[in-house]
């Protein structure tokens, strides 16, 4: 058996907690072909890395989700929480059928290049529909009491493009922000709903894993805790980019973002 290197460990957890915030898929022809070789034990470093990520939303917004708690219990249930309602019933209903009917995925290389379309999907989305309402907008500004808050169909369209999600190497993220960027909703609110539906496609997820052997406990303590460092700090700049550039600026990000990881994933 092969000894753990927790520099290894370390850079396989940071890439996860990193690229998984992003229209990248972690599945693709550059994460697996880049990590099988400097990692050796990168099958058993999947578990804790998603643990972390998962574990990095519920700290990132736990506030949020304190306040959410509250609403439940007051049986109050505002627009976000009824997207997250929805959304994680949609994820779970289209995500699991599409899982196990393509089983198989897309290679690696390809859902590469699929993720690099949808950032530049995504890039064209932010710079040109902010100038002019689509019609899914128009379609919905008369289901909102509040410019930015989401609506039921927002919920199912964005479910559905999470549950898309499991096949192959497609990127969570790209998937599902698309569907918020066409309905008009500011962009910080859009990445706060994709980070926040993140912990039930991650958790479906390791469902499917299934049989998990970790390598050692120190190990995977050592990729969780990067996963879950590299994440808050992702999300975090990425809000605060949001929050600075809007549309604009994330939009470039994630446009660009998956492209060099499929040009790296083509040449190395």
């Known amino acids: 058996m092969v000894e753990p290197s927790y520099v290894a460990s370390s850079i396989t957890g940071i890439l996860y907690g990193v690229l ?20 050796p ?29 509250q609403f439940i219990f007051r049986r109050q249930f ?18 699991y059928p599409v899982y196990t009917a393509v089983s ?15 950032g530049l999907l995504i890039l064209a989305l932010s710079m040109f529909r902010a100038q002019k309402r689509g019609r899914l907008q128009r379609l919905e500004s008369g289901m909102r009491n509040k410019s930015d ?3 039921l169909v927002d919920s199912i369209l964005t479910g ?32 706060e709903l994709s980070f926040l539906l993140a912990p039930i496609y991650l958790l479906l997820r390791l469902m499917f894993i299934g ?14 805790t990067a996963s879950f460092t590299a994440s808050v700090v ?7 980019l949001a929050d600075k550039s809007g549309r604009k600026g994330v939009g470039i990000a994630f446009g660009l973002v998956p492209i060099i990881v499929f040009v790296m994933g083509v040449i190395t």
């Open 20 to 39: 998984a915030w992003f229209p990248v898929g972690l599945n693709g022809n550059f994460m697996t072909g880049l990590l099988s070789s400097v990692d």
């Open 41 to 69: 034990h990168l099958t058993e470093h999947v578990v804790p890395a998603y643990m972390g990520m998962m574990l990095a939303v519920f700290f990132y917004f736990r506030a949020t989700i304190e306040r959410a708690l």
């Open 78 to 95: 505002d627009a976000d929480l009824r997207f997250l309602f929805y959304a994680s019933i949609f994820t779970v209903v289209i995500g």
């Open 104 to 118: 198989m995925g897309l290679t690696p290389l390809y859902s590469d290049a699929v993720n690099a379309a949808m």
């Open 149 to 151: 808050e989401p609506t």
């Open 160 to 191: 559905i493009a999470q549950g898309v999600a499991f096949v192959g190497g497609l990127s969570r993220t790209g998937l599902s922000v698309i569907p918020l960027i066409l309905s008009g909703i500011n962009m910080r609110k859009i990445l």
């Open 211 to 224: 049989k998990y052997t970790p390598v050692s406990p120190l190990d995977s303590f050592v990729v969780f």
């Open 234 to 240: 992702t999300m975090h700049l990425l809000l605060k």
